[in-house]
């Protein structure tokens, strides 16, 4: 019907290669020998990987696509830029399908009620999102011996003991998504390469890691996963779409991540688990371990040794969608 060729968008074309079929005829749209071909329902598959899929914006914390494809003609409502433009009429006239635009439930992007709540100067309504907050999640208890990993970059005072406990404050100089000035925290995960994601590691750095064990059962407030949720809620009150768009955006979400962690500490937990950033690239959900205060000054955890790192490796994989 068509084949990979017949495209002039780069993207599309590589889409299309890795969708399509070898083939032993000429392709009858453009005639080419070597391209690999698009039956109807591949077609189809393209347009739903490359419009739909391939246009779900970065950082807004849940799944909401731009375009969205229908066999609605009058649905359609977009006008896009030469190459893709033809490459687009070329889809439309073998599949019936157009593109439009797509206004996602604001759920989609975690914009739920207590995001809303969070985001007020109104103090007693935060207070009811956060009590919503600790009522939906868990009380976990990390026993004895649970391993922890936290990394340093370029660190050059390792026979200090306490090079890898939280940071002093006057040592700091930025802060991070649940940490302030008032709340110390000590950041680890049980996933060595979660650590690598949350340093932001670069083939350039120095990068030493440190191997640590719970000495203490430690109770913590698990916000990353398994939430009890309220009876008969919407999605507008969901608290696991609430944590996953705050844990999954950027910084313009820390503050109200550190509304989180403070009332977390008022509640006398002594630390969290929450949802890594780096799981948005991760077929695996990633998790950190936030532990408040300075845990291996406070001999709740013991180093249990030290190593080089050495990345061997970066693979990158990646989609094509529409940029304009
Ligand atoms: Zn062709």
């Not at 809620?233 to 844990?247: A, D, P, R, V």
């Amino acid at each position: 019907m068509l084949c990979s060729n017949c495209f002039s968008n780069e993207g599309l074309k590589i889409t299309a290669e890795k969708i399509g079929d070898k083939s032993e005829t000429a392709c009858e749209n453009c005639g080419s020998n070597d391209g690999l071909e698009l039956s109807k329902e591949k077609l189809v598959e393209l347009m739903q990987v490359f419009f739909s899929q391939g246009s779900v914006l970065q950082n807004i914390g849940g799944y909401a696509p731009v375009y969205k494809i229908s066999d609605k003609k009058e649905m359609e409502s977009v006008e896009f830029e030469e190459p893709l433009k033809s490459d687009y009429e070329l889809l439309k006239q073998k599949t019936d399908l157009v593109v439009f635009h797509y206004g996602p439930p604001l759920w989609r992007l975690g914009l739920t009620e207590q995001y809303d709540a969070l985001t007020e100067s109104n103090d007693e309504e935060k207070e009811k999102a956060l009590n919503d907050i600790l009522e939906a999640s868990n009380e976990i208890i990390l026993p004895i011996g649970t391993k922890l990993y936290r990394l340093r970059i370029n660190a050059n005072d390792l026979l200090n003991n306490t090079t890898f406990d939280t940071p002093r404050k006057d040592l700091k100089t930025s802060y991070s998504r649940f940490d302030t000035p008032d709340i110390d925290i000590f950041y680890s995960s049980p996933d060595l390469e979660t650590c690598l994601h949350e340093t932001r590691v670069t083939i350039a750095d120095e990068i030493i890691l440190a191997t640590f064990k719970t000495k203490k059962e430690l109770k913590i407030l698990n916000i990353a996963d398994s939430f009890t949720e309220k009876e008969g809620i919407t999605e507008f009150e969901m608290i696991s779409i609430l944590m996953y768009k705050l844990c999954t955006t950027n910084e313009e979400e820390y503050e109200k991540c550190r509304f989180i962690s403070e009332f977390i500490k008022k509640n006398e937990f002594e630390g969290f688990k929450f949802l890594s950033y780096y799981t948005n690239v991760k077929d695996e959900e990633l998790y950190n371990i936030a532990i408040f205060g300075f845990p291996l000054k406070e001999d709740k955890i013991e180093l249990q040794s030290i190593n080089r790192i050495k990345l061997r490796r970066v693979d990158y994989t990646f989609s094509f969608g529409p940029a304009i």
